[in-house]
């Protein structure tokens, strides 16, 4: 058997309720946090003036320690909805360090966008089953472009680090938005007119 003192972890993800325990974090993010990272913050305020601030994602992580070597593992669901045109989305980083990370789509339909530190973009559908390998060096976020919840597992070296500056000031080079009820990535206006 397998106790928490243990050397040998094991987590179990709970694929009917979404959940993974052992847990050392669960972290909720709400509009409110997260309405500047959108590009059409007055939509962001309409939603939060009609009283509501909707979950726009939440994840559970387990990080045995924050230390070279280790791996932080970890579970995140990001909601149905959108801001003015563009999906719920995640904040999106880039890594203190040059350090990987993998996204393992479980469940719904989104899109995983990286981001070069020069600018380049590239971006993968992550349907169930399917792999998004982000390289070190590339900032990363999620996208939820489907009606349902978007659900992925993730793994990144613990001591990575995380830093929001850039995307925050700037945000990514695209942003994928609702067309018509279909995704389009598109130019983010506030990125260009940044550079
Ligand atoms: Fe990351």
Not at 57 to 86: D, M, N, Q, R, W
Not at 121 to 145: A, D, F, M, Q, S
Request: proline content about 6%; cysteine-free; hydrophobic content about 35%.
């Amino acid at each position: 058997m397998v106790s928490a003192e243990s050397a040998l972890k094991a987590i179990t993800l709970d694929l009917k309720k979404y959940l993974m325990k052992p847990a050392t974090r669960k972290r909720e993010v709400r509009l409110s946090e997260l309405k500047e990272y959108f590009s059409n913050p007055e939509a962001a305020d309409k939603i939060l003036s009609s009283g509501r601030d909707p979950t726009i994602y939440e994840y559970y992580e387990f990080a045995v320690e924050e230390a070279a070597g280790h791996l932080s593992l970890g579970l995140t669901t990001i909601y149905p909805g959108k801001v003015g045109k563009e999906y719920f989305m995640t904040r999106g980083h880039f890594h203190l360090k040059p350090a990987a990370e993998f996204y393992y789509g479980i469940r719904g339909r989104g899109v995983l966008l990286i981001q070069s530190e020069d600018g380049r973009t590239e971006y993968v559908e992550l349907k169930p089953g399917v792999i998004g390998y982000v390289p070190p060096g590339w900032g990363h976020r999620t996208i939820n472009t489907g009606r349902g919840r978007f659900i992925f597992f993730f793994a990144y070296p613990s001591d990575a680090g995380h830093d929001y500056g850039i995307v925050k000031e700037k945000g990514f080079a695209k942003m994928i938005v609702d067309e018509r009820g279909k995704p389009k990535v598109i130019d983010n206006p506030r990125y260009a007119s940044s550079t």
